[in-house]
């Protein structure tokens, strides 16, 4: 089992790592570079670099929101 969780634990960094590369490259550099270069092919439009992340956020907040509310209503009906 713990060769198992190394595994996963190992592909979680890489696509993390991996991701935030893109990003930072996507948001930092690329503006640097000139439009025509072929590098730009390779990525989104700059609108895409600040709707995805709030998009996500927000998917994430009214999850846990979802989450937290079932915990709560699963905890009260254990109580009565």
Do not use: N
């Not at 930092?28 to 990525?43: A, E, Q």
């Amino acid at each position: 089992m713990e060769l198992a969780d190394r595994a996963v634990g190992l592909l979680l960094t890489l696509t993390s790592l991996s991701i935030f590369t893109y990003y930072t490259f996507w948001v930092i550099i690329l503006p640097l570079v000139d439009r025509d270069h072929f590098v730009h092919k390779y990525f989104l439009p700059q609108e895409y670099a600040i709707l995805i992340p709030v998009y996500a956020g927000v998917a994430l907040i009214c999850l846990l929101s979802v989450f937290i509310g079932y915990v709560m209503l699963k905890s009260k009906k254990k109580k009565a």
